[in-house]
């Protein structure tokens, strides 16, 4: 689906353009950005992948009529199932349809809705047995005045009296709104075949998943489009869109010379500029085919429709785009890239939306790409960049909704787009698209969850990539780094600070460092892997500039270097600063440098000890073995400290104090510093 930008975008149209109000009619009260959003929190159910279901669903034949005239319709799913346990009833979704009758295996069972857990359960009266195939035929009709949220209609109907060139109706199942028009069994986990015959008035088109087999006149003035899906697909990517449409096609040819008809179904005024941009589609799903492998479906299809809430939607070979964006290569190229990321291989849990949306935003990227090669690519993603410090980006990419978010947030489209982006430049073009072609491979017509990915990248690269995805995609955040450098005859000291909050990983990245010196310049690659890091490189010249990561392959901000000994790029010195502020109340910062000892980043002994004016040591506030670098500590006189009044625990008077820095050099000899400070209470 569209990202929220694109939402957003949509909403300004709509409210330029057109009136929502007119639009949407009593239909949909409240129209936002975010309407959709928020639907999806359902209960999980106990196990989240693999199936808790005791059946394996091997297809779905839908039967359905449209009157079109209203949103009311009738029809017949019938399903098979093999059983993986014993059973002596099931449990199916369904939300708002009245089940008229229910078969099993021809034989009518009784059931009883469960509306809150928006399920039915069947009751066979006997055990039916693991292996067992079931057929289970339900004919029933959509419940009229049933309470549907405004954004779960599941089916959508729209007169033409309010300014479409036609009757439209469609269906929108994305996550869980596929039981709101069909009983099924409705996780993205589960897939089966799908077969569609759809009823409607004569004049119509009813576009659907998969081959059109052919249509039928039944000679009382409706038809009937039959339409086959023979691949693996799940619930939520199942559709119907029927309308007057006109049907532009072309032909793509596959690498291996089969032949696949890309179609737009479009309203009569359209379709001269959809047919205009079909060649442009031929082109993406050849580059996405050379990319990802070859296009997986039987054909590639799209609809245009308005009103829609969405720029676009990846329905298994038919994805259902907004009239406005009908032509925008964004959309388009996002929602082709779906068939891949999405639909052939599908996010196994909510949780893994991700696997589905940051890999369709980054196929955008790599669309711009192949048109403008990487120029375009470093541009298009620094533009994806400029509004990433705002709201959900600071979350992890993966399980949006248990962090507060929504399943369609920025989180897993442009930071999850981002995030595939650092990915690849850590592992290099030829790691990350066979890692691509590798996943898509083993999970061709399944679905995946993160760590399933993960395994596979892991697998291509030879390495854990643990630490990427524990920080990238499970953790919150991005890097925040700020440099300082200083050069000495033949050596650069680089010290890279990395300054996002603490409550954020500290990033362990390989970094492209450049540093330029008049027209040429050097490259270094660092591996950088704590809060302070110095580097000691070799350079002949002094340096105009350094400039980290100049590629812009990692999703970061460059900030600047900590505020402390003035702008100036001398080489570090052993060097204690007066505190500040001074006198202080209650709290004060002490700032100190370390100079280089050995080995870059290989640090010394530092101790930073507070003590009263009677020589009793207050508090130590550093400790340990740190490397050269500037460093700030605060201190503050509300806490208790040990040692004083005659050993209890106790908070500081006012008066002067001391601290004092110790710095052991690594050959033994050690340097130290006093200052004073005042706290006036
Ligand atoms: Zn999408």
Same mark, same amino acid.
Not at 14 to 29: A, D, E, F
Not at 369 to 383: H, I, N, T, V
Not at 525 to 540: E, G, H, N, Y
């Given at each position: 689906?569209?990202?929220?930008?694109?939402?957003?975008?949509?909403?300004?149209?709509?409210?330029?353009?057109?009136?929502?109000?007119?639009?949407?009619?009593?239909?949909?009260?409240?129209?936002?950005?975010?309407?959709?959003?928020?639907?999806?929190?359902?209960?999980?159910?106990?196990?989240?992948? %693999?199936?808790?279901?005791?059946?394996?669903?091997?297809? +779905?034949?839908?039967?359905?009529?449209?009157?079109?005239?209203?949103?009311?319709?009738?029809?017949?799913?019938?399903?098979?199932?093999?059983?993986?346990?014993?059973?002596?009833?099931?449990?199916?979704?369904?939300?708002?349809?009245?089940?008229?009758?229910?078969?099993?295996?021809?034989?009518?069972?009784?059931? @009883?809705?469960?509306?809150?857990?928006?399920?039915?359960?069947?009751?066979?009266?006997?055990? *039916?047995?693991?292996?067992?195939?079931? *057929?289970?035929?339900?004919?029933?009709?959509?419940?009229?005045?049933?309470?549907?949220?405004?954004?779960?209609?599941?089916?959508?109907?729209?007169?033409?009296?309010?300014?479409?060139?036609?009757?439209?109706?469609?269906?929108?199942?994305?996550?869980?709104?596929?039981?709101?028009?069909?009983?099924?069994?409705?996780?993205?986990?589960?897939?089966?075949?799908?077969?569609?015959?759809?009823?409607?008035?004569?004049?119509?088109?009813?576009?659907?998943?998969?081959?059109?087999?052919?249509?039928?006149?039944?000679?009382?003035?409706?038809?009937?489009?039959?339409?086959?899906?023979?691949?693996?697909?799940?619930? +939520?990517?199942?559709?119907?869109?029927?309308?007057?449409?006109?049907?532009?096609?072309?032909?793509?040819?596959?690498?291996?010379?089969?032949?696949?008809?890309?179609?737009?179904?479009?309203?009569?005024?359209?379709?001269?500029?959809?047919?205009?941009?079909?060649?442009?589609?031929?082109?993406?799903?050849?580059?996405?085919?050379?990319?990802?492998?070859? +296009?997986?479906?039987?054909?590639?299809?799209?609809?245009?429709?308005?009103?829609?809430?969405?720029?676009?939607? %990846?329905?298994?070979?038919?994805?259902?785009?907004?009239?406005?964006?009908?032509?925008?290569?964004?959309?388009?190229?996002?929602?082709?890239?779906?068939?891949?990321?999405?639909?052939?291989?599908?996010?196994?849990?909510? *949780?893994?939306?991700?696997?589905? %949306?940051?890999?369709?935003?980054?196929?955008?990227?790599?669309?711009?790409?192949?048109?403008?090669?990487?120029?375009?690519?470093?541009?298009?993603?620094?533009?994806?960049?400029?509004?990433?410090?705002?709201?959900?980006?600071?979350?992890? /990419?993966?399980?949006?909704?248990?962090?507060?978010? #929504?399943?369609?947030?920025?989180?897993?489209?442009?930071?999850?787009?981002?995030?595939?982006?650092?990915?690849?430049?850590?592992?290099?073009?030829?790691?990350?698209?066979?890692?691509?072609?590798?996943?898509?491979?083993?999970?061709?017509?399944?679905?995946?969850?993160?760590?399933?990915?993960?395994?596979?990248?892991?697998?291509?690269?030879?390495?854990?990539?643990?630490?990427?995805? #524990?920080?990238?995609?499970?953790?919150?955040?991005?890097?925040?780094?700020?440099?300082?450098?200083?050069?000495?005859?033949?050596?650069?000291?680089?010290?890279?600070?990395?300054?996002?909050?603490?409550?954020?990983?500290?990033?362990?990245?390989?970094?492209?460092? @450049?540093?330029?010196?008049?027209?040429?310049?050097?490259?270094?690659?660092?591996?950088?892997?704590?809060?302070?890091?110095?580097?000691?490189?070799?350079?002949?010249?002094?340096?105009?500039?350094?400039?980290?990561?100049?590629?812009?392959?990692?999703?970061?901000?460059?900030?600047?270097?900590?505020?402390?000994?003035?702008?100036? %790029?001398?080489?570090?010195?052993?060097?204690?600063?007066?505190?500040?502020?001074?006198?202080?109340?209650?709290?004060?910062?002490?700032?100190?440098?370390?100079?280089?000892?050995?080995?870059?980043?290989?640090?010394?002994?530092?101790?930073?000890? /507070?003590?009263?004016?009677?020589?009793?040591? /207050?508090?130590?506030?550093?400790?340990?073995?740190?490397?050269?670098?500037?460093?700030?500590?605060?201190?503050?006189?509300?806490?208790?400290?040990? #040692?004083?009044?005659?050993?209890?625990?106790?908070?500081?008077?006012?008066?002067?104090?001391?601290?004092?820095?110790?710095?052991?050099?690594?050959?033994?000899?050690?340097?130290?510093?006093?200052?004073?400070?005042?706290?006036?209470?």
């Amino acid at each position: 689906m569209g990202n929220l930008l694109h939402r957003l975008l949509l909403h300004s149209l709509l409210i330029i353009g057109l009136c929502p109000s007119i639009l949407w009619g009593q239909r949909s009260p409240s129209f936002s950005s975010s309407e959709k959003d928020g639907h999806f929190i359902l209960p999980e159910r106990a196990s989240f992948y %693999e199936g808790p279901q005791p059946f394996d669903m091997l297809s +779905y034949k839908l039967d359905v009529s449209l009157v079109m005239v209203s949103d009311a319709f009738q029809g017949k799913c019938t399903m098979t199932m093999r059983l993986k346990s014993n059973v002596d009833s099931l449990v199916l979704d369904a939300v708002g349809l009245l089940l008229d009758t229910v078969r099993v295996d021809g034989v009518p069972k009784t059931t @009883r809705p469960d509306s809150a857990a928006e399920s039915f359960i069947i009751y066979l009266n006997g055990t *039916r047995n693991t292996g067992d195939t079931l *057929r289970i035929a339900i004919s029933y009709r959509r419940a009229l005045g049933y309470p549907r949220p405004s954004s779960r209609q599941g089916y959508y109907f729209f007169l033409d009296t309010l300014g479409m060139p036609a009757n439209l109706g469609y269906t929108f199942s994305e996550p869980s709104d596929a039981r709101f028009w069909f009983p099924c069994y409705d996780e993205p986990w589960e897939k089966a075949t799908a077969e569609m015959n759809i009823t409607v008035p004569t004049g119509y088109v009813a576009a659907s998943n998969g081959k059109l087999l052919g249509t039928t006149n039944n000679g009382n003035g409706t038809t009937t489009w039959r339409w086959r899906e023979g691949h693996q697909i799940t619930t +939520y990517l199942m559709c119907i869109t029927a309308s007057r449409f006109a049907v532009s096609s072309l032909p793509y040819v596959t690498a291996t010379g089969d032949t696949i008809p890309l179609q737009y179904f479009t309203w009569l005024p359209d379709s001269a500029a959809t047919a205009n941009f079909l060649p442009t589609v031929r082109q993406m799903v050849g580059q996405y085919a050379a990319l990802f492998g070859e +296009y997986p479906f039987d054909k590639y299809g799209m609809t245009s429709i308005v009103p829609f809430v969405y720029l676009g939607m %990846e329905h298994q070979t038919l994805t259902t785009m907004n009239r406005y964006s009908q032509t925008d290569q964004r959309v388009v190229s996002h929602e082709l890239a779906h068939q891949w990321w999405g639909d052939l291989v599908t996010c196994g849990t909510w *949780r893994d939306v991700w696997l589905n %949306e940051s890999f369709a935003t980054y196929s955008e990227a790599l669309w711009r790409e192949s048109l403008g090669g990487f120029p375009a690519l470093k541009s298009y993603m620094r533009d994806t960049l400029n509004g990433f410090q705002y709201g959900s980006w600071q979350g992890a /990419v993966y399980d949006p909704v248990g962090q507060g978010f #929504n399943l369609f947030d920025q989180v897993v489209y442009s930071k999850g787009g981002w995030v595939l982006h650092t990915l690849r430049g850590v592992l290099g073009d030829s790691v990350f698209f066979r890692s691509l072609n590798a996943y898509r491979q083993r999970y061709a017509s399944k679905s995946a969850i993160t760590n399933e990915l993960k395994a596979v990248v892991d697998s291509v690269a030879g390495l854990d990539m643990g630490w990427f995805f #524990n920080q990238w995609i499970f953790g919150p955040g991005w890097p925040k780094y700020a440099s300082r450098y200083s050069w000495t005859p033949d050596t650069l000291t680089l010290t890279i600070y990395q300054q996002q909050s603490p409550s954020w990983p500290t990033y362990k990245m390989p970094i492209k460092v @450049r540093a330029y010196v008049g027209s040429s310049s050097t490259a270094f690659a660092l591996w950088d892997s704590v809060r302070t890091q110095v580097f000691r490189l070799p350079l002949a010249s002094m340096p105009d500039s350094i400039v980290l990561d100049p590629d812009g392959w990692i999703l970061k901000q460059i900030v600047s270097p900590p505020s402390s000994v003035g702008e100036d %790029e001398r080489p570090l010195a052993f060097q204690l600063f007066q505190n500040y502020p001074n006198p202080f109340n209650p709290t004060t910062t002490v700032r100190y440098s370390l100079p280089l000892q050995g080995r870059a980043g290989v640090g010394s002994f530092v101790t930073l000890k /507070v003590y009263d004016i009677l020589g009793r040591e /207050v508090t130590t506030l550093v400790n340990e073995a740190k490397p050269a670098g500037e460093y700030a500590v605060s201190f503050d006189a509300r806490l208790p400290y040990g #040692n004083l009044r005659g050993g209890q625990a106790s908070n500081v008077a006012s008066g002067l104090y001391f601290y004092r820095l110790t710095f052991t050099e690594s050959g033994g000899s050690t340097l130290s510093s006093v200052k004073a400070m005042l706290l006036l209470r």
